[in-house]
């Protein structure tokens, strides 16, 4: 499991449910609505890391 992946699980998801997620180095460094801009914000800060993104789900969404 990565360093990211592990931050996301122990992200506290409160108040973030439908919204993006961007995890860098195991640190959550942007969290909205506007994945684009969060993603371009997060590739000119971080230019040597693979920022990982995560749509937090609704509480009622059932993954399989």
């Known amino acids: 499991m ?3 992946f592990e931050a996301y699980l122990k992200l ?3 108040g973030l449910q ?5 995890i ?3 640190k959550v460094v942007d969290k ?3 994945i684009e801009n969060m993603l371009q914000a997060a590739r000119q800060k971080y230019p040597d ?3 990982f993104v995560a749509k937090v789900p609704d509480e009622r969404m059932l993954v399989l």
């Open 2 to 4: 990565t360093k990211n």
């Open 32 to 34: 909205g609505e506007d």
């Open 49 to 51: 890391k693979t920022p």
């Open 12 to 14: 506290d998801k409160r």
């Open 24 to 26: 860098v180095d195991g």
């Open 18 to 22: 439908n919204k993006y997620v961007v």
